[in-house]
């Protein structure tokens, strides 16, 4: 990790009723090539209500592998960006925060290295729903102009997306839990329910608003989806449902099922392979996209 920069607490957005938005910036060693490095937009986790930029969740940071710095390690410039809580807006605020965050870097593109055409985003849990929404939604009507945001408008567009255990149906969700859940999208007050103002139940339009299925089309961007079998927060069918709609539309999609696997990659024996197997992947597929570029 010699020579990477690490560029703390930018402001990217000042949202309207509510604190400015920040990002950690992640420049590599070495020189620039020509055209600008890859860039990847990091969204955390933490069920819409919780978190903060550049980290991963307890247990992931845990590990100590530091995965962001892994992936600036490979080349890439990582912006790793906050959003409104639920606590402090509901949806749509969350996907138009990452929206500006995306179009604030395609916007500094020349300041720090980056190369516009090679920005993708990455994002665990709440942050992989917003990954797959930015990928699906670039550019349409019902979140044009990052609407209640004092961010830079612009392309939003991402060439990529990796998203780990995502919530991808806001409806399904609860019905498609495990037996030994410890969270559900229907329970009274869920995450899934604080963050679109009402039980999903009660409310079928704003579940399928928030939900990253809806917006299925044919020219989605590649996406990896990688998800515990045994993930008692998320179920992985909320994977593996949007990789067969992505595939039947004719996209590119990779999925990634790590037996045994729970959120955040907590296995029984306690070990960290999951999560590096997870890390793994991420870097390989994004290496391969901006190849392709």
């Known amino acids: 990790m010699t020579g990477l920069r690490i560029l703390k607490g930018i402001e990217f957005a000042r949202p309207r009723n509510a604190e400015p938005l920040l990002l950690d910036l992640y420049l590599p060693a070495g020189e620039t090539h020509q055209g600008g490095r890859p860039a990847v937009v990091h969204l955390h986790g933490g069920g819409w209500r919780m978190g903060e930029r550049s ?11 530091s995965p962001l710095k892994l992936l600036a390690d490979a080349g890439f410039v990582v912006a790793s960006a906050d959003y409104r809580l639920s606590t402090v807006a509901t949806f749509p605020a969350q996907l138009l925060d990452a929206k500006a965050a995306v179009a604030w870097l395609r916007a500094h593109a020349a300041e720090y290295g980056v190369d516009p055409q090679r920005v993708y985003a990455w994002g665990d849990s709440a942050g992989g729903h917003l990954a797959s929404l930015l990928g699906l939604t670039a550019g349409t009507a019902d979140f044009a102009g990052h609407a209640g945001n004092d961010g830079p408008d612009g392309d939003d ?26 969270a559900r999208a229907d329970d009274p007050g869920s995450r899934e329910a604080l963050l679109i103002g009402a039980q ?7 579940a399928r608003a928030a939900s990253p299925l809806t917006y299925i089309h044919a020219d989605a961007p590649p996406f990896l989806l990688i998800h515990g079998t045994a993930d008692r927060f998320v179920p992985v069918a909320q994977s593996t449902s949007l990789a067969e709609a992505l ?4 996209n590119d999609v990779e999925l990634l099922l790590l037996d045994g696997s729970d959120h955040m990659w907590a296995n029984p024996d306690g070990s960290s392979e999951a999560a590096e197997k997870a890390i793994a992947a991420t870097i390989d597929f994004l290496r391969r996209q901006a190849m392709r570029h």
Do not use: C, I, N
């Open 157 to 182: 567009s991402v060439a990529g997306v990796v998203a780990w255990y995502p919530p991808t149906d806001l409806l399904r969700m609860g019905e498609q839990a495990r037996p030994d859940a410890v």
């Open 55 to 65: 980290s991963l969740g307890p247990a992931v940071d845990g590990f100590g592998l």
């Open 247 to 250: 595939e039947g539309a004719g």
């Open 200 to 206: 999903p139940a009660d409310a079928p339009d704003k």
